[in-house]
């Protein structure tokens, strides 16, 4: 029972109720049987973005990709190091087994003819050649297709109209390129051939030995004190083919050398 007094609160007037006893919580709630279960699955959002981030491309990429609704399919090797475990689910991440790749299939030509670069003049020249007839040939195409026919290049004569040093005469036609070298130095094939001639020149070229290189185009070398080579011979480019000298129309040592086109002469300098 209670009083009102005079302020408006109510006094009790009988003892306080006792309050009820705490009962302590012993057993545990039971569990839900499929909590876990639910914990372990990942959704699609959840599988494209930790791939991402496992794989390298990075977790707000991997976001990205999710956000857009895309499926993605990663092929991987079978021993990399991120694997697909649920196949089923949308958005999964497929790994596919690449084929191995054996050693015969991988196969490479590099056959001398397939390949001409500036480390095979040879077979730049024989591509040349065989393009194109060696008359039609530019002074750019054939730059650099053939080998110098002396360790060292000292022109001391060039190809053209010049004053015959023999007879003092203006009006002469070179027909090649003079370099000078002491008498017994070692003449080079500027290129692959055959040997076609050697002996002497009756027009003033002295000992002489011409190589056929095919398609039209010959190199010739002159005034030679010896020739080290024989008709029918194969030849490489840079094998010694004579002896430097001073023989037939000539006023000291030195090699006169001639490019020939279908049996013309042309510039050496067009062709070194």
Same mark, same amino acid.
Request: one cysteine or more; a positive charge; glycine letters at 12%.
């Given at each position: 029972?209670?009083?009102?007094?005079?302020?408006?609160?109510? +006094?009790?007037?009988?003892?306080?109720?006792?309050?009820?006893?705490?009962?302590?919580?012993?057993?545990?709630?039971?569990?839900?049987?499929?909590?876990?279960?639910?914990?372990?699955? +990942?959704?699609?959002?959840?599988?494209?973005?930790?791939?991402?981030?496992?794989?390298? #491309?990075?977790?707000? !990429?991997?976001?990205?990709?999710?956000?857009?609704?895309?499926?993605? %399919?990663?092929?991987?090797?079978?021993?990399?190091?991120?694997?697909?475990?649920?196949?089923?689910?949308?958005?999964?991440?497929?790994?596919?087994?690449?084929?191995?790749?054996? !050693?015969?299939?991988?196969?490479?030509?590099?056959?001398?003819?397939?390949?001409?670069?500036?480390?095979?003049?040879?077979?730049?020249?024989?591509?040349?050649?065989? !393009?194109?007839? #060696?008359?039609?040939?530019? +002074?750019?195409?054939?730059?650099?297709?053939?080998?110098?026919?002396?360790?060292?290049?000292?022109?001391?004569?060039?190809?053209?109209?010049?004053?015959?040093?023999?007879?003092?005469?203006?009006?002469?036609? *070179?027909?090649?390129?003079?370099?000078? !070298?002491?008498?017994? %130095?070692?003449?080079?094939?500027?290129?692959?051939?055959?040997?076609?001639?050697?002996?002497? *020149?009756?027009?003033?070229?002295?000992?002489?030995?011409?190589?056929?290189?095919?398609?039209?185009?010959?190199?010739?070398?002159?005034?030679?004190?010896?020739? %080290?080579?024989?008709? $029918?011979?194969?030849?490489? +480019?840079?094998?010694?083919?004579?002896?430097?000298?001073?023989?037939?129309?000539?006023?000291?040592?030195?090699?006169?050398?001639?490019?020939?086109?279908?049996?013309?002469?042309?510039?050496?300098? $067009?062709?070194?």
């Amino acid at each position: 029972m209670t009083t009102q007094t005079a302020r408006g609160r109510r +006094r009790a007037t009988g003892p306080a109720p006792e309050p009820r006893p705490a009962v302590a919580v012993l057993a545990d709630r039971p569990r839900d049987a499929h909590r876990d279960e639910r914990r372990g699955r +990942r959704s699609p959002f959840r599988q494209v973005t930790d791939f991402a981030a496992a794989s390298g #491309v990075g977790q707000k !990429a991997g976001i990205a990709l999710a956000a857009t609704g895309l499926v993605l %399919t990663v092929t991987v090797p079978a021993t990399g190091p991120v694997m697909a475990t649920d196949g089923s689910a949308a958005g999964s991440i497929s790994a596919a087994v690449q084929p191995d790749v054996t !050693a015969a299939e991988a196969k490479i030509d590099f056959s001398r003819t397939s390949v001409t670069t500036q480390g095979d003049p040879d077979g730049k020249l024989k591509e040349l050649l065989s !393009a194109q007839s #060696v008359g039609s040939i530019t +002074r750019a195409a054939s730059a650099g297709s053939l080998g110098a026919p002396l360790d060292q290049l000292k022109t001391a004569s060039p190809f053209g109209y010049r004053v015959s040093p023999i007879t003092g005469g203006s009006g002469e036609f *070179h027909r090649g390129q003079d370099y000078a !070298a002491q008498c017994g %130095t070692a003449v080079h094939a500027a290129a692959s051939g055959t040997v076609t001639f050697t002996g002497w *020149h009756p027009y003033g070229g002295g000992n002489r030995v011409v190589v056929d290189h095919g398609n039209g185009l010959e190199t010739t070398y002159n005034h030679l004190s010896s020739a %080290t080579v024989k008709v $029918g011979q194969q030849v490489s +480019r840079g094998d010694v083919v004579a002896m430097s000298g001073t023989t037939g129309a000539s006023t000291g040592c030195h090699l006169h050398f001639e490019v020939m086109v279908n049996g013309e002469v042309v510039d050496p300098t $067009g062709w070194l």
